[in-house]
T-cell receptor, first 111, second 115 residues
Framework: TQLLEQSPQFLSIQEGENLTVYCNSS?????LQWYRQEPGEGPVLLVT?????EVKKLKRLTFQFGDARKDSSLHITAAQPGDTGLYLC???????????FGKGTKLSVIP | GAGVSQSPSNKVTEKGKDVELRCDPI?????LYWYRQSLGQGLEFLIY????????KSGLPSDRFSAERTGGSVSTLTIQRTQQEDSAVYLC?????????????FGPGTRLTVL
């Protein structure tokens, strides 16, 4: 059974601060997705990373896939209240339609 | 275009009653998933439909849970004889197919409360 851990579980920061959240696993994955879920809504896909060492930027969000494709990080620069939400990572395996979702990092950005 | 829709958005029922939850996937998406999200937990996979293939029911927690997908589009998740531990948000997702890195598009969910 693969272990998937997201850290920290909770994070509360002031507007304008930078932060990084992590997704770590004991398994190697062919791809990894990050989703953001706001209260009362379903998760929304932010990015998919597929190559070890890959870095993708989405405005103030920077996503990195580890060289060994076992871990990933999400860095947010100058956080804004609109970044508040639950950040979920979901690794995938080649040939499998199933995604395994982590428990997420609940981020609160205080104005 | 329209996203994934789910109904009802909220459902309160009494223990022992049956409930039906509905999901309308994005038009043209052949893959459909049901997940359960309990407070403080991640998304728990329940069932997967792909085209006309037999569904993967490996995530259904008990035989009280069943799901069907009619005409390769709308899906219904049925929970019989509901129990309090069934209280959760039930999320439906669809994807274009199972090959494109499995990028899933989620509905807003149905919040089920069993009294």
């Amino acid at each position: 059974t693969q272990l998937l851990e997201q850290s920290p579980q909770f994070l509360s920061i002031q507007e304008g601060e930078n932060l990084t959240v992590y997704c770590n696993s004991s398994s190697v994955f062919s791809s990894l997705q990050w989703y953001r879920q706001e209260p009362g809504e379903g998760p929304v896909l932010l990015v998919t990373v597929v190559t070890g060492g890959e870095v993708k930027k989405l405005k103030r969000l920077t996503f990195q896939f580890g060289d060994a494709r076992k871990d990933s990080s999400l860095h947010i620069t100058a956080a804004q209240p609109g970044d508040t939400g639950l950040y979920l990572c979901a690794p995938g395996k080649a040939g499998s339609y199933q995604l395994t979702f982590g428990k997420g990092t609940k981020l609160s950005v205080i104005p | 275009g329209a996203g994934v829709s789910q109904s009802p958005s909220n459902k309160v029922t009494e223990k022992g009653k049956d409930v039906e939850l509905r999901c309308d996937p994005i038009s043209g998406h052949t893959a459909l998933y049901w997940y359960r999200q309990s407070l403080g937990q991640g998304l728990e996979f329940l069932i997967y439909f792909q085209g006309n293939s037999a569904p993967d029911k490996s995530g259904l927690p008990s035989d009280r849970f069943s799901a069907e997908r009619t005409g390769g589009s709308v899906s219904t998740l049925t929970i019989q004889r509901t129990q309090q531990e069934d209280s959760a948000v039930y999320l439906c997702a669809s994807s274009l197919d199972s090959e494109s890195y499995n990028e899933q598009f989620f509905g807003p969910g149905t919040r089920l409360t069993v009294l």
